[in-house]
């Protein structure tokens, strides 16, 4: 019992230890530059291709959306005929 304990204690160190040691790059400056440039495109078009098919996926799910909701509406409230 005390050994598995003293090992689980050494792992828990040794991924402590290891993440410390990692150094990342300050891409904030960057990014900021980036955004802050003025030339014509919207922010939220800014982020490249990513930001882009992000925003038109949502324009087509929302369109679509949008004309189904109107669709259920129409067939919910026009009544069947009856022969």
């Known amino acids: 019992m005390l050994w598995?304990?003293?090992s689980l204690h050494q792992i828990t160190k040794r991924t402590i230890s290891t993440a410390l040691r990692r150094q990342f790059?300050?891409?904030v400056p960057a990014?900021?530059?980036l955004f802050q440039e003025d030339n014509g495109i919207p922010v939220h078009l800014k982020?490249?291709?990513a930001?882009?098919?992000l925003y038109r996926a949502?324009?087509?799910l929302t369109v679509g959306g949008?004309?189904?909701a109107i669709y259920q509406l129409a067939?919910?409230?026009l009544p069947k005929k009856q022969d």
């Open 4 to 6: 598995n304990l003293l």
């Open 25 to 27: 790059e300050n891409k």
């Open 31 to 33: 990014k900021q530059k």
């Open 47 to 49: 982020g490249r291709i």
């Open 51 to 53: 930001d882009a098919l």
């Open 58 to 60: 949502t324009m087509v």
């Open 66 to 68: 949008t004309a189904c």
């Open 75 to 77: 067939v919910v409230s």
